[in-house]
């Protein structure tokens, strides 16, 4: 295989390409891939990352924020029924009279 790319590569008796061109072609070119390979697996690693951070985010700040709305609910809710009962009894006590 080497043989016959060396073999195309010579026309006329001269080899067109310098075999260490070649070579320090693949090099470059594989060293090029790696690099641009690494860098783009970083950022997709950071953009999916940051992506899980900002929906575990939300959700927590979602479920702080109802919690804290439920039981804020519970103290109206409380505050009504202490309220009513109040009344309630303040009605009774005027028809008792």
């Known amino acids: 295989m080497g043989n016959q790319l ?3 590569l ?3 008796g ?3 390409i310098k075999l260490p061109v ?5 090099v470059v070119t594989i060293l ?3 690099v641009v390979n ?8 950071l953009l999916l990352a940051s992506g899980y951070y900002l929906l575990a985010w ?6 702080l924020n109802k919690d804290s709305k439920d039981s804020k609910d519970n103290k109206e809710t409380k505050t009504d029924v202490n ?3 109040q009344n309630k009894g303040a009605d009774e006590a005027v028809q008792a009279d």
């Open 14 to 16: 001269k080899q067109i």
């Open 22 to 26: 070649v070579i320090a072609f693949v």
């Open 83 to 85: 309220q009513q009962s």
């Open 58 to 63: 939300s959700w927590l700040n979602r479920k």
């Open 10 to 12: 010579i026309h006329d």
């Open 32 to 34: 090029v891939f790696g």
């Open 38 to 45: 690494t860098l783009v697996s970083v950022v997709v690693s």
């Open 6 to 8: 060396l073999q195309q």
